[in-house]
């Protein structure tokens, strides 16, 4: 699938199998995810663009790439992806945030907004959304229509574990966003959760079960 990246280095499965173990406590959760958001964001913003700036070494003065002019908003799908907010801050420590509030009915399993605030000229920069859990792709697929809603063009996702029903959900949906995903698991369960999976990847994260 065009758009569409499946990564699989080794360190980024390690680190995605620990993340599954249900014996992983609170702690160690939040600092594997905060990893895997840096492993991920080092690819998924391979093609940022540069430009050539003047640098002097103490040897002589030398064009040196550096990061150019298009500004870079991470924006998290809560509560969940605040997780790998840290993730992209250390990797572009200019990055704004914003916020996209959303939570799925546990009957109907369709996304329900809270909260929506998004940095300004949203439409002037790169907007890397992130979600750990790609599930039946209605939170994804709400919070890409928001952004754009609100004038986002040049849109990233990423999420460590994606289902194949939600994958192809956000793509049909979004077919521009370029996702971003740490591994591809088998399917769904009858309660619209990932398998194998990780289990609720908020509740994990924030220690609320
Ligand atoms: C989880 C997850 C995603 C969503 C994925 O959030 O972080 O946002 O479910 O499921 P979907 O692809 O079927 O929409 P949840 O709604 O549990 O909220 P929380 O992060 O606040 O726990
Ligand atoms: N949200 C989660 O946190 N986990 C799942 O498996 C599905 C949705």
Known sequence: ??????MDHPLLQHKISKLRDINTGTNEFRKLVEEIGILMGYEALRDLPTEDVEVTTPIETCMTPMISGKKLAVIPVLRAGLGMVS???TLVPSAKVGHIGLYRDPETHEP???YCK????????????????LATGGSAVAAVDFIKQRGGKNIKFMCIIAAPDGLERLHNAHPDVQIYVGHLDRCLNENAYIMP?????????????
């Open 87 to 89: 993730s992209i801050t």
């Open 197 to 209: 999976g990780l289990g609720d990847a908020g509740d994990r994260i924030f220690g609320t079960k």
């Open 118 to 133: 998004l940095p300004e000229n949203i439409g002037e920069r790169i907007a890397v959304v992130v979600d750990p859990m």
């Open 1 to 6: 699938m065009e758009n569409v990246m499946i």
């Open 112 to 114: 329900h907004e809270y």
